[in-house]
């Protein structure tokens, strides 16, 4: 991987997916302004736009550009910020600090909070669907419902609720692959997945595309849990080790780190695999996926 170029094409598009998202909150931004103002704390709070510059790489892998892109790319950043909003409360991770700030419940309280992220949540199906509705296909429709069933019940509210909740599965490692999927996976898979429908990609590669986003939905979170262990809460932006006081199972605590790593480095071959009929204009995603084994936060 030539990091370099890599970083360069990262910054480039998380640039446009920063833009995208304050000139939407600009224009929407409304009353009661605390609610705004809660909502946009943990916004900007300082993240990676992975999710956004996700779907935008994906949707240039595709036929044609389609405008809209900008507006799913922030609406998918802003599921992202509700889940994180709601995961720090108290009655879920009760964590006191995110990005290196305190989260949004410290800030502004619970209540706040909780509706901050139901804030976020609600506005970004408002612009998916304004989106939809201005220029009427099947394109911007199939776009949103894709994003609306990894968000849902299906997707990361019920990977959230079995790691909350177990479920009677096998074996432990089934479990955690079930949760993961779903509660990391799903929002992944579902930006590469509309990125490309928005740009009229045929079923074959929206195939292809999902496997990739499965597989690099279980290598982000693998080394999400391996960072956990060996990172350092300035490195991370939060405390290190609340997966173990919260008595939570990862795959280091259910694998071990050896064998958590040999998973991760399974996983990432698969995610590789999957863009070979991508060729040559699956570098970025190829990088993308190594960057996400290897990164230090």
Known sequence: MDSKSFDRAYAARQSQAEAALRRIMKKRRGEPSLLYEAMEYSLFAGGKRFRPVLMLSAHALGQKTDDRILDFASAIEMIHTYSLIHDDLPAMDDDDFRRGKPTCHRVYGEAMAVLAGDGLLNLAFEI????????????????????????GGMGMIGGQTADMEGMALPTEGELLTFIHYRKTGALLRASLEAGMILSGTGEDALGSIREY????????????DLLD??????????????????????FVTVYGKEKAQTLLTEWLK???????????????????????????H
């Open 270 to 296: 698969r995610a590789l695999a999957s863009l070979a009929p991508f060729g040559e204009d699956g570098k970025f995603l190829r990088d993308m996926v190594r960057y996400a084994a290897a990164r230090n």
């Open 128 to 151: 998916m669907a304004d989106a939809a509705a201005d220029t009427p296909d099947a394109k911007g429709t199939g776009a949103m419902a894709a994003v609306a069933k990894a968000a």
């Open 229 to 250: 262990t060996q990172g350092s809460a300035e490195m991370l932006g939060k405390p290190v080790g609340s997966d173990e006081r919260n008595d939570k199972k990862t």
């Open 213 to 224: 986003g499965d597989a690099l939905g279980m290598v982000y979170q693998i080394r999400d």
